[in-house]
Every structure is written in structure tokens, then in C-alpha cells.
């Protein structure tokens, strides 16, 4: 049991480049999380999906972009990266289960500098 | 909107010392608190949670309590190790809807010395 994987697990990019970060998930959960985190700020929801083909907005979804074409796979895309989106992007997923809310497990991070 | 506040941003103690974080919440409807802890480098990982049913929860050395009144919940930890130093982060559910969506406050670094 992997948990959750993300890759890459660094990348450097130049502004105006675009790419995509990968989540994997194999606790067969609904619900998938994107988060960034930046010295002194926590974790700030970026966009998140209740299921496959559903996804929504977090806190900061702005130049972001995110896909759930398969359950186990949650994609966050940068269509144009500024040095503004460098940071360390956290994948998470939890059960869902009516009427309660089930703890999230998250992945490794991905840490990325936009110059 | 929402939002959760963490007090304090750093805490030093010596080893063998108990040490608070407390954290406060604005949305009413929040009823799911977990607190995480991410070690330098590291995911963050799960240490203890609780639910609005619940007015306090303990682990061996850890006990979280809610006062859902004041909307205010804090993490207690006992007979604090060196392997204790890292940053707590709390957290609280957002909205009614079973999302699953939490905000996050903004960290404690927590040193033990030895």
C-alpha cells in the first residue's frame, strides 16, 4: 500500500512555462485535496474533488487548473507558472462516509521554483 | 470568510515539560478538528482528532479539547521528547456540506530541548 505518491518530487521552472503535477491514490478514496504551503502561512486549499469527474474550488485556485479523470488520480496543472506559485504543493485524499468526515493522508510534496 | 487562527507561531521547552498550542475558529458550522504534525522535510501526518460531539480525546502523551462555545480547541502534550520538535498544525472542517474540506491554521514550531 503506497498511500498517496506524488511526482515530481522537485522541478524548477522558467515563468510562462506550464506543467503538471501528479497525485496517486490507491486507499480507493473519493475525496482528493490540492494544497500549497508557504513559510508562515499553514496549507491553503487550492481545488479539490469529490469524486471522479468533479472537481471545485479551494482558497487559491487563481492560475491553477485540476483534473479527476480517474478516481485514483487527482491532476493540478499550471498553465503559465510565476514565481508567485513557487512553493511545495501537498496532495491529500479521505474516505467520504455520510454524515461524517474522515481524516486526510497526505503525500510527500512537491517542492517548485518558478524563476 | 473562514478562517482559523494558531497561537503561538513558536514554542521552546525543556524536555520533560508539558506544552499548549490553541488554536480558534470562525465557522460555526465546523464540527471536524483534526491537528497534524510535519516534521522538517516530511508530509504532514495525523496525530489526534476530534469531533464536536466530543469535549476532550486523548493519546498516551497527547490530549486535544473543544469548547464549542468559544469556538476555540488546543493540543496538549505531556512529558514532551526531543522527538516532540516539529510544526503542529490545526485545522477545522468548513461548511455543513460532507466535503471533507478543512482550513488550516498557520503552524507552531514546537522545540523540545533536550
Known amino acids: 500500500n503506497a498511500g498517496v505518491t506524488q511526482t515530481p518530487k522537485f522541478r524548477v521552472l522558467k515563468t510562462g512555462q506550464s506543467m503538471t503535477l501528479l497525485c496517486a491514490q490507491d486507499m480507493n478514496h473519493e475525496y482528493m485535496y490540492w494544497y500549497r504551503q508557504d513559510p508562515g502561512m499553514g496549507l491553503r486549499l487550492i481545488h479539490y474533488?469529490?469524486?471522479?469527474?468533479?472537481?471545485a474550488k479551494g482558497e487559491v485556485p487563481d492560475g491553477y487548473n485540476v483534473s479527476r479523470l480517474k478516481k485514483q488520480n487527482f491532476l493540478l496543472g499550471l498553465e503559465s507558472a510565476a514565481p508567485s506559485q513557487t512553493s511545495v504543493y501537498f496532495c491529500?485524499?479521505?474516505?467520504?462516509?455520510?454524515?461524517?468526515?474522515?481524516?486526510?493522508?497526505f503525500g510527500d510534496g512537491t517542492r517548485l521554483s518558478i524563476l | 470568510g473562514e478562517n482559523v487562527e494558531q497561537h503561538p507561531s513558536t514554542l521552546s521547552v525543556q524536555e520533560g515539560d508539558s506544552a499548549v498550542i490553541k488554536c480558534t475558529y470562525s465557522d460555526s458550522a465546523s464540527n471536524y478538528f483534526p491537528w497534524y504534525k510535519q516534521e522538517l522535510g516530511k508530509r504532514p501526518q495525523l496525530i489526534i482528532d476530534i469531533r464536536s460531539n466530543v469535549g476532550e480525546k486523548k493519546d498516551q502523551r497527547i490530549a486535544v479539547t473543544l469548547n464549542k462555545t468559544a469556538k476555540h480547541f488546543s493540543l496538549h502534550i505531556t512529558e514532551t521528547q526531543p522527538e516532540d520538535s516539529a510544526v503542529y498544525f490545526c485545522?477545522?472542517?468548513?461548511?455543513?456540506?460532507?466535503?471533507?474540506?478543512?482550513?488550516f491554521g498557520q503552524g507552531t514550531t514546537l522545540q523540545v530541548k533536550p
Open positions: 474533488s469529490v469524486g471522479e469527474g468533479t472537481t
Open positions: 485545522a477545522a472542517s468548513i461548511g455543513s456540506g460532507n466535503t471533507g474540506k478543512l482550513i
Open positions: 491529500a485524499s479521505s474516505y467520504s462516509r455520510t454524515g461524517t468526515i474522515d481524516p486526510q493522508h
